[in-house]
């Protein structure tokens, strides 16, 4: 059963979010939040597998609420604003997925499902967004673990900074899945990265990836 935690201040959405998700026998919803604070307060309380964030919410937006959750539990922004400021700012907090509010049904359930797996939400397009912001502000700092990054593991690093799959990256690098997934482990163990989503930062806040690549 993946537990689930929906914080948004509107009252109308943050209802139809958990009528959703109560309806599907698989989940269940552990509690609600309409403000940023509150929603710190009660995933710390229950601790849920994933949480629908908003990103603005009074008290304190989903930007920061996601930075205090930390690894308690996976966030999945939600929002109407389709904007590179939070898909960065989100994704820079610790999120594993972004969605806007009008996506359909099903597909907000599957990417519950998805990131409730351990799996980061990064869409192609929400990572082209991604590469224009990166190449618009200057390199920070390449994170600890870069050195030990093989030749191949860095192979694997730019196809999935370019938006691959992990089937795609398989294809392109001529390699079985199985491998991938094994590249894929050791950069998130090296890079300290909790998954696909922090591989993408840590590749071009780093500067090892660029757009021109």
Known sequence: ???VVVADDQALLRGSFTMLVDSEPDMTVVGEASTGAEAVAVVLEHQPDVVLMDVRM???DGIEATRRIGDVSRVLVVTMFDLDAYVYDALRAGASGFLLKDTPPAD?????RVVASGEALLAPTVTRRLIEEFTK???AQRPQGLDRVTEREREVLLLI???LSNGEIADHLQLSLATIK????????KLDARDRAQLVIAAYESGLVSARR
């Open 1 to 3: 059963m993946i537990s």
């Open 58 to 60: 009074p008290h304190m």
């Open 108 to 112: 907000l359930l599957a990417a519950v």
């Open 137 to 139: 502000t200057p390199v």
């Open 161 to 163: 900074a370019r938006g």
């Open 182 to 189: 094994t590249h894929i482990g050791r950069l998130l163990a």
